[in-house]
């Protein structure tokens, strides 16, 4: 079985930083896409930030150059550093990554987290 388990998130003031961290466990054989996903009240869960297995990295636009998503390959982890918070970045924030289980190398099935609450207030 596969998990992904945040760490991380909390209250911060506007114009603070917070770094979110993602780790993969289980029977895992590789890890491709991971990506941070963000879900506001009575809004849609949109993508924040993803990164491919080779580094290569997007954005959505409201937090190009505040944003910056990495990974630990041999930790299988993902990092989020979000600096200059602003209150419309409150929201769930969850990890999403495609997993190949050891009993299935070939298949990458998408596994989430179980989400940790950002919250940008004075």
């Known amino acids: 079985q596969v998990q992904l388990v945040e760490s991380g998130g909390g209250l911060v003031q506007p114009g603070g930083s917070l770094r979110l961290s993602c780790a993969a466990s289980?029977?895992?054989?590789?890890?491709?896409?991971m990506g941070w996903y963000r879900q506001a009240p009575g809004k849609q869960r949109e993508l924040v930030a993803a990164?491919?297995?080779?580094?290569?990295?997007n954005y959505e636009d409201s937090v190009k150059g505040r944003f910056t998503i990495s990974r630990e390959n041999a930790k299988k982890t993902v990092y989020l550093q979000m600096n200059y918070l602003k209150p419309e970045d409150t929201a769930v924030y969850y990890c999403?990554?495609?997993?190949?289980?050891?009993?299935?190398?070939?298949?990458?099935?998408?596994?989430w987290g179980q989400g940790t609450l950002v919250t940008v207030s004075e």
């Open positions: 999403n990554g495609e997993v190949a289980s050891w009993g299935t190398p070939g298949v990458h099935v998408e596994y």
């Open positions: 289980g029977s895992i054989f590789s890890i491709n896409r």
């Open positions: 990164v491919t297995s080779g580094g290569r990295t």
